[in-house]
Nanobody, 123 residues
């Protein structure tokens, strides 16, 4: 079992930046893909970005391309989501998740999920 802990959320003004972290306890991310998803009130959970721990390959949702960047820190067993040029529509609870099936945008491909961290962008 993989336990995930997200951190780094908060309140930021439009145009600002935040960096989210996803750390695993109990094991490393070896052989997993790590994804970030978000869910706004009244909306379905949506894919944001994902990275292959082994190969470093990445995938982004169109809505965040050019603004968000996902990266892995092997030494610290942590995945980061750097979010720049934030807009009010980015407001959501952000979740990290792991998949043993590779880098996919569908939530059902991910078996383990963190508790989420709130990101609020004010206009």
């Amino acid at each position: 079992q993989v336990q995930l802990v997200e951190s780094g959320g908060g309140l930021v003004q439009a145009g600002g930046s935040l960096r989210l972290s996803c750390a695993a306890s109990g094991r490393t991310f070896n052989n997993y893909a790590v994804g970030w998803f978000r869910q706004a009130p009244g909306k379905e959970r949506e894919f944001v970005a994902a990275i292959s721990w082994t190969y470093g390959s990445t995938l982004y949702a169109d809505s965040v391309k050019g603004r968000f960047s996902i990266a892995r820190d092997v030494a610290n067993n942590t995945v980061y989501l750097q979010m720049n040029s934030l807009a009010p529509e980015d407001t959501a609870v952000y979740y990290c998740a792991v998949s043993s099936r590779g880098v996919w945008p569908q939530p059902y491909q991910y078996a383990y999920w963190g508790q989420g961290t709130q990101v609020t962008v004010s206009s």
